[in-house]
């Protein structure tokens, strides 16, 4: 099957930057759209930016300006660079692909990281 692994976050204050990284590994044929969201304490997981395979980008609108997601395909990774970060960006922040199966499988499904915690304070 697919794994996918987050990195990168961490505690940040209020105003500095964090990378996070996504990478996919196991039997990957090929990785369509590919996404961050965020799930803050008591409220639902919500969606930050997708990208698809040719680099199309949406953003909610809490991120435009601030937050940019990108992909290398080669290396089946996506990330998202954070910057004036802010106390109401802290959340867990997963990783979303969607995956076609490689083996001869062909098999299409959706995967989710476990998460990383972002935090920002002061």
């Known amino acids: 099957q697919v794994q996918l692994v987050e990195s990168g976050g961490g505690l940040v204050q209020p105003g500095g930057s964090l990378r996070l990284s996504c990478a996919a590994s196991g039997s990957v044929f090929i990785i369509y759209k590919m996404g961050w969201y965020r799930q803050a304490p008591g409220k639902q997981r919500a969606l930050v930016a997708t990208?698809?395979?040719?680099?199309?980008?949406n953003y909610a609108d809490s991120a435009k300006g601030r937050f940019t997601i990108s992909r290398d395909n080669a290396k089946n990774t996506a990330y998202l660079q954070m910057n004036s970060l802010k106390p109401e960006d802290t959340a867990v922040y997963y990783c979303n692909a969607d995956v076609v199966l490689g083996g001869g499988s062909y098999q299409r499904y959706d995967y989710w990281g476990q998460g990383t915690q972002v935090t920002v304070s002061s």
């Open positions: 990208i698809t395979r040719g680099s199309s980008t």
